[in-house]
């Protein structure tokens, strides 16, 4: 089936810096969800991305869809404490009989030094 | 208070014996999910349902079963049949499967095998 390839797997950032988390595809996507896993927590959505070359800002987290559909990226800008946790792409992919199931990257894990 | 509850959050069990997972969601949603999570391997869809009496299998659904009775309910039974069952186990629902919907998550069952 169709993959989701995300990087880095890890990333340690000294608070007030930034980060950026990168979602690859090697097929066109039809759109990507990012979701947030707080440390032994459940998965929370966080965005939809639909069309390309959009860009989606909340506070300070940025999203970006690529023009081609294939990747996307999380950046969030002067990370502070309360952003640890893992962050997933995901991508709805068609498994048939007019079914889709959301296929996710493998998170990136995001620990920030206070 | 709406949203999707998962019993018991942590379960132990012995090698051989098959378990069942609870997954219950007051949000009127008619597709459910159960995924399994792995350090390091991100969410792997095992089964899902888009209507009452009926499902699918996901990736990774040997060694699973699932029954779809009622809308709210989407239990998950993990048999002996699965050879390394020991994992966090997520469900999740959404409006419908179409590929731009956003998943609920629930808080999830850590399942221990001895």
């Known amino acids: 089936g169709q993959q989701v390839m995300q990087i880095p797997q890890y990333q340690h950032v000294q608070e007030g810096e930034d980060f950026t988390t990168y979602c690859n595809s090697s097929t066109t996507l039809s759109n990507i969800q990012w979701y947030k896993q707080r440390p032994g927590g459940h998965p929370v959505f966080l965005i939809q991305?639909?069309?390309?070359?959009e860009v989606k800002k909340q506070k300070r987290l940025t999203f970006q869809f690529g023009e081609a559909k294939k990747n996307s990226s999380l950046h969030i800008t002067a990370t502070q404490t309360t952003d640890v946790g893992t962050y997933f792409c995901?991508?709805?992919?068609?498994?048939?009989?007019?079914?889709?199931?959301?296929?996710f990257g493998k998170g990136t894990k995001l620990s920030v030094i206070p | 208070d709406g949203g999707i509850t998962q019993s018991p959050k942590y379960l132990f069990r012995k090698e051989g014996q098959n378990v069942t997972l609870s997954c219950e969601q007051n949000?009127?949603?008619?597709?459910m999910y159960w995924y399994r999570q792995d350090p390091g391997q991100g969410l792997r869809l095992i089964y899902y349902s888009q209507i009452v009496n009926d499902f699918q299998k996901g990736d990774i659904a040997e060694g699973y079963s699932v029954s779809r009775e009622k809308k709210e309910s989407f239990p998950l039974t993990v048999t002996s049949a699965q050879k390394n069952p020991t994992a966090f186990y997520l469900c999740?629902?959404?409006?419908?499967?179409?590929?731009?919907?956003?998943?609920?998550f629930g808080p999830g069952t850590r399942l221990t095998v001895l």
């Open positions: 949000l009127n949603h008619d597709a």
């Open positions: 995901a991508a709805n992919t068609y498994s048939g009989a007019g079914s889709y199931q959301l296929t």
């Open positions: 991305l639909v069309k390309s070359g």
């Open positions: 999740a629902s959404s409006k419908g499967g179409n590929s731009y919907n956003e998943q609920f």
